[in-house]
């Protein structure tokens, strides 16, 4: 079965670029797709299909992947991008949907 | 707009059981597949179980071992879910989702606001 992979944490400034990546994808056959999750809310969809945006997603918000990657990169970062992040698959083989284990973005 | 609002949560002792629902609107129910994704204090996020919309298919991760069932109503746009067996790991806010598929493309645009289980003596 997958394993999609995060790193626990990652910090940047307010205004630098922030890059969070998804490990196990792979090689591009099951789509990743990334949320965002704020303290005491839902989680809620910011990138789906590696680098499609869902219509009310800002600019800034956008997805690549290479080889059994996937990342989630957030420009301009701000002050309310400080959240929680999982990326998240479908295996078709088990029909089960895998998260990974989350990156706490730290807007320092 | 969707709507998922989640219900029947609360204290449950371990080997106990509890069916907590989620009522759906704004969405073409009957034709949506539907999941449970549950979250532990201060963990990730743990998908739980999907169940098309017609309810004849549904899946569950390997955690839940015969011990959940999910189901649907959908003359009343609601999904169930019924645990049994619970056990202090199974305490969580369980959200419901709708779900989205375009070939391999699966993803939960849209989310309840969750309900807390807690499983505690």
């Known amino acids: 079965s997958y394993v999609l992979t995060q790193s626990p944490s990652v910090s940047v400034a307010p205004g630098q670029t922030a890059s969070i990546t998804c490990g196990g994808a792979?090689?591009?056959?099951?789509?990743i797709h990334w949320y965002q999750q704020k303290p005491g809310q839902a989680p809620l969809l910011v990138v789906y299909d590696y680098l499609e945006r869902p219509s009310g997603i800002p600019e800034r918000f956008s997805g690549s992947y290479s080889g059994n990657t996937a990342t989630l990169t957030i420009g301009r970062v701000e002050v309310g991008d400080e959240a929680d992040y999982y990326c998240q698959m479908w295996d078709s083989t088990t029909n089960h949907r895998i998260f990974g284990g989350g990156t706490k973005l730290t807007v320092l | 707009e969707v709507q998922l609002v989640e219900s029947g949560g609360g204290l449950v002792h371990p080997g106990g059981s509890r069916r907590i629902s989620c009522a759906a609107a704004g969405i073409p129910f009957s034709s949506d597949t539907m999941a449970w994704v549950r979250q532990a204090p201060g963990k990730g996020l743990e998908w739980v179980s999907s169940i098309s919309g017609t309810g004849m298919n549904t899946y569950y991760a390997d955690f839940v071992r015969g011990r959940f069932t999910v189901s649907r109503d959908n003359s009343k746009n609601t999904l169930f879910l019924q645990m049994t067996s619970l056990r202090g790991e199974d305490t969580a806010i369980y959200y419901c989702?709708?779900?989205?598929?375009?070939?391999?493309?699966?993803?939960?645009?849209?989310w309840g606001q969750g309900t807390l289980v807690t499983v505690s003596s």
């Open positions: 989702a709708k779900e989205e598929r375009n070939w391999n493309v699966l993803t939960m645009p849209d």
């Open positions: 792979n090689n591009g056959y099951n789509s």
